[in-house]
């Protein structure tokens, strides 16, 4: 009788774990360019004759931001963070540091996300400290960016509506191209 309990109770927490996670947010909220946000997503990076692709787990805040690249496994292959005046990148075994994140991560990994535009471009957005010539679909959500001298492509996004997220981007910048999938949202993250 016992194992049936323990079988029963197994059963029961196995199909807890097959619940539905709630949905991501798919529009952006009001003043979405100052609410921190995070997001986990895939980035697919191929630089020159280079193809690179990681997990990705990116928390914005105003005044700084955190990137871990993960390997297939979950685990984190480095870490990129910078504030107002600092940036620091760690492998595991090895600790780097400089004053802008981009050049750091240029350095280190070969390659940078512009960390200048890219919490704007993410939302869907052109950065309004930036000239910018934006393309529009008939729905009026940006379809093409261009921007600091990246070409910002809208491939997908959560939904139809002006205000939706982007769920898919491609950024170019000279022989630099970045894919970026991102499949959720969080809002005022901890």
């Not at 197994?10 to 979405?32: K, M, Y």
């Not at 005044?63 to 107002?84: C, F, H, K």
């Amino acid at each position: 009788m016992r194992w049936w309990l323990v079988f029963l109770g197994l059963t029961l927490l196995n199909g807890c774990a097959l619940l539905p996670s709630a949905h991501s947010p798919v529009a952006r909220p009001a003043q979405s360019e100052v609410v921190p946000f995070a997001l986990n997503g895939r980035v697919s990076i191929k630089h020159l004759e280079t193809r690179n692709s990681a997990g990705l787990h990116w928390t914005h805040q105003s005044q700084s931001d955190e990137i871990l690249l993960l390997n297939p496994l979950g685990q984190t292959a480095a870490r990129v963070y910078r504030d107002d005046g600092n940036a620091t990148l760690d492998t595991g075994d090895k600790h780097y540091q400089d004053v802008d994140a981009g050049s750091l991560m240029e350095q280190v990994l070969g390659w940078h996300l512009p960390l200048n535009g890219l919490h704007h471009w993410a939302l869907g957005m052109a950065d309004p400290e930036s000239p910018a010539q934006i393309e529009r679909a008939d729905n009026g959500q940006i379809s093409v960016l261009h921007q600091d001298g990246w070409d910002v492509s809208y491939l997908r996004y959560a939904d139809g509506k002006p205000d939706s997220l982007p769920s898919r981007i491609q950024l170019n910048h000279e022989d630099l191209q970045i894919q970026l999938l991102i499949d959720e949202w969080e809002w005022n993250p901890q």
